[in-house]
């Protein structure tokens, strides 16, 4: 009798032991399947083109050597906006193509994760707008850029691909590699600042990176074996 | 008294778990995909999908662009399925604290 009683109680144990652990591996495969993508591959390729060809109009346009930084803002919001705009389409066809709601919960999940950073360099931003117009001011704001666009993106690594992940982390080591640069650089970087130095970081970074990102994550078509 | 049998046996096992919750979170799943998400070899998982594809869990599409692609996905009762697997669990896990 105790014998068959041990035997049923040892049974529901490893049944809920059972159930726990699938449990976790249904939870574990839940967080790893809900993947989103927040910058798809073209938006990062037409982001790219319009950051070296806005940095080439600034620096060929004389726009480097003018004491105008609201010209400067006004060129690199415009780049925003345009980045923006196509990749507000772009997720809103392959929701259409995919039959799925253009706001859905992983597309709420990416904006809140993004929007401290992205409210952090809109202050910045607006904060530079009442600075004196001076190579180092322009430098710092593109730097704080890339820093809270870092961030932004490495917030949404929980449910990003690995490539949206390693942008981020590629424009926060840029970023934080050009400050310390500049104060630990023992006069080097300083002595060779100037009014182009903002255009190439940011022909370096969001044009750059950019290109790079979009060739990682091109969407791609494979072969498998049918069952 | 907890009745283990009410648990599907098809979903419960665990490879054919692992499958039915990643079909869960997106529309579709590639083949391709699916094996690197879940690092089985082709067979095993050919296997697994086969079996869920009987049971009407899942649902096959097949598309030819440049190279043939087939795309999985849960069906209505598939979802059901997986839906009442769940609970069934957790009750036996609530059980289980009791």
């Known amino acids: 009798m105790r014998r068959e009683c041990f035997v049923v109680q040892s049974t529901c144990m490893n049944e809920q032991e059972r159930a726990e652990e699938h449990l976790r591996t249904i939870r574990r495969l839940m967080e790893r399947g809900t993947i989103y993508r927040a910058i798809s591959a073209p938006t990062a390729l037409v982001g790219g083109l319009l950051s070296v060809g806005a940095s080439e109009m600034w620096l060929g346009g004389g726009g480097a050597t003018s004491e105008n930084p609201r010209g400067f803002l006004a060129l690199w919001m415009a780049v925003l906006a345009l980045t923006a705009a196509t990749n507000a389409v772009i997720l809103v066809l392959g929701a259409r193509e995919r039959k799925e709601a253009v706001i859905s919960a992983s597309m709420k999940a990416a904006l809140i994760a993004i929007a401290p950073a992205f409210i952090a360099a809109g202050g910045f931003t607006l904060l530079f707008a009442g600075w004196p117009c001076d190579p180092l001011n322009e430098l710092t704001v593109t730097v704080v850029w890339a820093v809270c666009y870092g961030l932004g993106l490495l917030a949404t690594s929980h449910f990003a691909p690995r490539s949206l992940t390693m942008l981020g982390a590629a424009f926060l080591a840029a970023g934080l590699g050009t400050m310390l640069a500049f104060q630990y650089g023992g006069g080097f970087f300083m002595r060779n600042l100037d009014g182009r130095t903002a255009s190439f970081f940011m022909a370096g970074t969001f044009g750059l990176f950019h290109f790079i990102y979009a060739v990682c994550a091109w969407p791609r078509r494979r072969g498998e074996p049918e069952p | ?98």
């Open chain 2, 1 to 98: 008294m907890l009745d283990f049998d009410k648990l599907d046996k098809t979903i419960h096992e665990k490879g054919r778990l692992s499958i039915m919750t990643l079909l869960a979170t997106r529309p579709s799943w590639a083949f391709q995909d699916l094996k690197s998400e879940l690092k089985m070899s082709d067979g095993n998982l050919v296997t697994h999908l086969r079996t869920l594809h009987t049971g009407g869990y899942v649902a096959v599409t097949k598309t030819v662009f440049d190279r043939p692609q087939t795309s999985y996905a849960l069906t209505e009762k598939g979802r059901g399925a997986f839906q009442d697997y769940l609970r069934v669990l957790e009750e036996i896990v609530k059980a289980g604290k009791r």
